[in-house]
């Protein structure tokens, strides 16, 4: 890694954003200049072990050369056609993610909550079209503290008061039963839903991990009524726990799985909506689409995130060092940890109050060189590159362990 060029310090450019960015977030007090596998680099060349991995959106490292490669001759051929005319790219990537998901057709889109809404416009076509639900009637079953991004419909169903509060009107047809709860869902569920949209396991609310049966009591339950299971694997999906989709771990094949952050490889946005054929043909032109969705950059860079998954490969590596992380955190409960949930390299730990907030913790670390985020209240996240190795997972351990020991 060579070293960026200085322009402006850290704390000037974090000065400088302050006056012109909207302050819709809150980060860590780092500017990155540069970054390659796990590591990222600040604009005055301080390195860090990059614990989050962009949400999941950086499973393969920063710049992994198979993509940096894909992106790189695709950039030199054809980069966007808009889905006026036909590309070069997107059949195999359609017919490659399909194949890696099990399902027969898929919708690309760009950004994760664009999957969402898809998601959610394609059940609701569904409802009416084959299930026969009456027009403007069908309903969609959600969970409480789910977190399936941002737009005014997606806020509409959120728990979060911070994500709704002087957002509404909200849209209708939605109802939010707890989660990990198959008596509450049997209870929302009746004629008019056109499915049950869950996060296999849910990221933002702190990597919550539903019992052993739920994810298999949600497939038995919707094949029962009648109704579509929507999985959101925009975070859990990819590799991140172990397997290609976090329902694998239920042997469970959903309706429809939405896809996004990794797909893209940390270089471009790209998700997409996979799905029966039954589900996803409800759709004729003009009814949906993208200027954006399924260009040939993205497709390309899309089809090489497919290659690496293909491998199996990164899964076993998620699996093999999901081990290394929760032996890690298992001898930190009780030394600051009061509890942590983990699967495959994706974990949520939860910091004794006592010792400061996620957010302190998250600014320890990082002064530490280790990034993370916390997510709600004393709960920190590690979702590190499925390419850190376990020496770098252990060092991020035994930093921790100083942090809330406060030996720094
Ligand atoms: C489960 C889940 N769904 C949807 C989204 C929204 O994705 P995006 O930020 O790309 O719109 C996220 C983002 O964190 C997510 O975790």
Known sequence: MTSAPRTRSSAELIAAEEPVLAHNYHPLPVVVA?????????VEGRKYLDMLAGYSALNFGHRHPALIEAAHRQLDRLTLTSRA??????????ERLAA??????????NTGAEAVESGIKVARKWAYDVKGVPADRATIVVAADNFHGRTTTIVSFSTDDTARAGFGPFTPGFRVVPYNDL????????????????????????????DDGYLAGVRELTRRAGCLFVADEIQSGLGRT?????????????????????LGGGIVPVSAVAARREVLQVLHPGEHGSTFGGNPLAAA??????????????????????V????????????GVTGFRSRGLWAGVDVDPALGTGREVSERLMREGILVKDTHGSTVRLAPPLTVTADELREALRTLEKVLSRQV
């Not at 005319?85 to 359609?94: C, P, T, V």
């Open 34 to 42: 540069r970054a390659e596998g796990a590591w990222v680099e600040d």
């Open 324 to 335: 290394v992380l929760r032996e890690g955190l298992e001898a930190l409960v009780g030394k």
């Open 85 to 94: 005319f036909h590309n070069d790219r997107l059949a195999e990537f359609a």
């Open 183 to 210: 008596a509450a869902l049997e209870e929302a569920v009746d004629e008019t839903t056109a499915a049950v949209l869950i996060e296999p396991i849910q990221g933002e609310a702190g990597v919550v991990i539903p």
């Open 301 to 322: 860079v899309g089809t090489a995130v497919v290659e690496l998954l293909e491998t199996g490969e990164f899964q076993r590596r998620a699996a093999e060092l999901g």
């Open 100 to 109: 890696l998901t099990g399902l027969d057709m898929v919708l690309p889109m």
């Open 242 to 262: 172990g397997r290609t989709l976090a329902v694998e771990h239920e042997s469970v094949v959903p309706d429809v799985v939405l896809l996004g952050k990794a």
